[in-house]
Every structure is written in C-alpha cells, then in structure tokens.
C-alpha cells in the first residue's frame, strides 16, 4: 500500500511464474539483456540488483547508466557482486557449492585468480563475472556516490549500496 514494487527478468517463464504467484501486490516484466528498462527516468526510490551484475559481462557500465537514468534524485542502488573475495570464499569454505565446483575447472581463472579488473567466465546469459572491487567501483563512480561496500552481504557476493549523484 505504501510504494510500488516491479520485478524484472530476461527469463520469460520465471516472470509467467511470479505474475502467476506474487501478483497483486508486486509486477512484474521480462527484459532482455539490452541494457534497457521500461520504465519512466527517475522513477523509482530503490534499484535492487541482487546477483544481476554477477551475470552481465559485455555491457555492465551501460546497465550502470540504465540503473542511474531510473533512479530518482534521492535514489540508491543496492548490487551485489562477485569479487576477489568471492574467489577466496568459494576456494574456502564454499568449495562444496555449485559455483566453487564450476570455477575450479576453469583455467582462465586459475591464471588471473589475483591479477585482473574484470574476469568472465562464460559469455552467455549464465555467464560469471567477477571483479576487482576497487575497479567496480571507480566505474560506478562517475554516476553514483558509494555508501557502503560489504562483503558476504548476499551469500558469498558483496553488496554494494550506491546513491545517486546529484549533480547530473
């Protein structure tokens, strides 16, 4: 009752699901991977992009503008991640879940494990991405101001909370 809440997915069947299920209250709409949203500039309050960025490779500083163009002057952004810390996680404590077990078999990521910007595995729309944080964030930075940078703060990817500049 006190704001509006939108999903979006490139995945047409989980959105048939979550209209079929969690619709009233929530909406929701397929996307695709263009780095466009349909939705009016500056209107929303918050952008959640919990393991979304983990998956864009190609085009992740035009999603970052689509992010900004939507968001209101007050607005903030929360994305999560995969990092450096990530890979020290899943070599960890989580080598026993999907991911450690997939990126253990990569030999590209066993080469660049300490020395990269942004790392990719796979290109496809299941691709993995990991970056150096201080590299995310100076991209994020010519539109946003960074609140906080917490790591572990969604499962093993680090959540990133940025706030709209005002100045653009």
């Known amino acids: 009752e006190t704001c509006e809440i939108w999903g979006t997915d490139i995945w047409a069947e989980q959105v048939y699901w979550d209209r079929h299920h969690l619709s ?3 909406h929701f709409a397929t996307t ?3 780095p466009h949203l349909p939705f009016e500039d500056r209107y929303f309050k918050l952008v959640y992009c919990g393991s979304v960025f983990t998956h864009i490779d190609d085009l992740a500083e035009a999603w970052q503008l689509e992010i900004f163009r939507i968001l209101s002057p007050e607005g903030r952004a929360y994305i999560t991640i995969h990092d450096k810390h990530t890979l020290k996680l899943l070599a960890g404590g989580h080598k026993e879940g999907i991911l ?3 990126m253990e078999h990569q030999p590209l ?3 660049s494990r300490d020395v990269f ?3 990719v595995v796979h290109r ?3 691709s993995q991405v990991f970056y150096d944080i201080d590299y995310f964030l100076k991209n994020a930075e010519a539109m946003f101001d960074v609140i906080s940078v917490i790591p572990e703060a969604y499962g093993y990817q680090t959540g990133v909370l940025l706030k ?3 100045s653009r």
Request: proline share 10%; no cysteine.
């Open 100 to 102: 450690a077990k997939m």
């Open 164 to 166: 709209r500049k005002s």
């Open 109 to 111: 990521l066993k080469q």
């Open 124 to 126: 496809d729309t299941m």
């Open 32 to 34: 695709t991977t263009i």
């Open 24 to 26: 009233p209250p929530f």
């Open 117 to 119: 910007d942004m790392l």
